[in-house]
């Protein structure tokens, strides 16, 4: 059986920047936010034979990409590492 010491291990290094976690969360849940208010004024504007459903999914989908990728790099500039 092989034993390493600490000494023989790499560091691990992340694969983003520290330094750039609150660039990326403000302007994630920026844009997160745009798309989530569109999404609610296309719901309240539009009537039901005016709807698309296609659209209404498109945009939801990806307000809350940005909106969970700009909520954990919000949480990593904090300080709670998830």
């Keep these: 059986m092989v034993r390493l010491n600490v000494d023989q291990m790499s560091r691990y290094v992340s694969p983003v920047n520290p ?3 609150p660039t990326l969360s403000i302007t994630l849940l920026g844009i997160g936010l745009f798309l989530m208010a569109w999404f609610f004024v296309y719901e309240v504007t539009s009537t039901k034979y005016t709807r698309d459903w296609k ?6 989908l990806i ?3 940005f909106l969970g990728y700009g909520g954990l790099f ?3 500039w904090v300080g709670i590492y998830v």
């Design 55 to 60: 659209k209404e999914l498109f945009i939801a």
């Design 74 to 76: 919000l949480l990593l």
């Design 63 to 65: 307000a809350s990409f």
């Design 19 to 21: 330094t750039t976690f």
